[in-house]
């Protein structure tokens, strides 16, 4: 019986060696297995401050462009103002040619009748001097 115990004991110790070398192998997979998480880890962060620097880049590249429109948008509404303006000052100056055009129309009118008035006296004046001289001759 004490060979049976000692063979027990053996087995005992085997076994106990065994699970030992079990765990230490558990102990290892589980240390590989944490390495490749870590890994995948810093992978996945690395890529997450690559994206957020893509991200913050854009931003920046929108930022400036809608900066680069509020400024043509400005420009263009000055340049709106300043035509408007002289869009008011051509519609000014028009108005008076309008007017001046009417006045001159009318003098010409008025010289015209005048002209016509003064044709007419000038026959008359002829149609006399026609008259009158021969019969005073």
Known sequence: MAAFRDMEEVSQGLLSLLGANRAEAQQ???LRRHEQV??????????????????????????QSLLNAKEQA???????QQLEAELQRASEEDA??????LQLSRELEELKEIETDLERQER???EDTTVTIPSAV
């Open 96 to 101: 008076r040619l309008k007017a001046s055009l």
């Open 74 to 80: 400005h420009q263009g509404g000055a340049e709106l």
């Open 124 to 126: 008359e004046v002829d």
């Open 28 to 30: 290892r997979r589980l």
């Open 38 to 63: 870590v890994e995948r880890l810093l992978e996945t962060q690395d890529g997450a401050e690559q994206r957020l620097r893509e991200v913050l880049t854009a931003e920046k590249e929108v930022a």
